[in-house]
Each structure stands twice: as C-alpha cells, then as structure tokens.
Nanobody, 121 residues
C-alpha cells in the first residue's frame, strides 16, 4: 500500500507565500513522478507542477515564475513553494505520485487527501 499525506494548508493574503509538503509512505521501491494538482470550485482538476525522479520539472503556465516544485528522493517527499499568490490560486491542492512497489515490480499511483489553499484579503 502507498499513501500520500499533504500538509501546509492555509489562508494567505494576495502576494503572500505558502509551502505545501507531501510525504509518500508504504511499500515503495521508487517513485517516478511526483506532482501537485489543484481543483477550484466549478473547475476541472489541473496539473500545477510535476517533477520526475531525474529532477526534470514542468509547470502550468499560470504558475511559472511563482511556484517551485522540489523533491527529496531519499525521503519520498515533494514540496510546492508558492510565492506571489493570487486569488485565482485558491483551490484544493492534491499530491500525486506514480512509481513501483517494493520487491514486486508493481506500479502504483496514489493521490493525497487534498489540502485547502485560500488566497484572500
């Protein structure tokens, strides 16, 4: 089993910063991709940022230059540093990971429970 646990929810003012963290646990051999998605009310879930085990990153155009995704492969964690936050960044942010289960060569994908980020004055 693989579980993802997010932390770092918060209410921040426009222009503020917030750091989200996600920790993967379970019978994990390795993680290929870690990513952050978000979903605002009435909107589809969208990919915010992703990072591969190689360190390669990708960002949604709307967050480029403001958000930074990083991972610690040894700890199986991924962070999302969010700066210059805007009201339109308000959403439930969810961690996502894909990889392999230890010993079995079985792939997994897992979602975190989601954490609320609200940007408002």
């Amino acid at each position: 089993q693989v579980q993802l646990v997010e932390s770092g929810e918060g209410l921040v003012q426009p222009g503020g910063s917030l750091r989200l963290s996600c920790a993967a646990s379970g019978t994990i051999l390795s993680i290929e991709t870690m990513a952050w998605y978000r979903q605002a009310p009435g909107k589809q879930r969208e990919l915010v940022a992703s990072v591969l085990s190689s360190g390669s990153t990708d960002y949604a155009d709307s967050v480029k230059g403001r958000f930074t995704i990083s991972r610690d492969n040894a700890k199986n964690t991924v962070d999302l540093q969010m700066n210059s936050l805007k009201p339109e960044d308000t959403a439930v942010y969810s961690c996502y990971a894909t990889g392999w289960i230890v010993f079995l060569g079985e792939r997994f994908n897992a979602w975190g429970q989601g954490t609320q980020v609200t940007v408002s004055s």
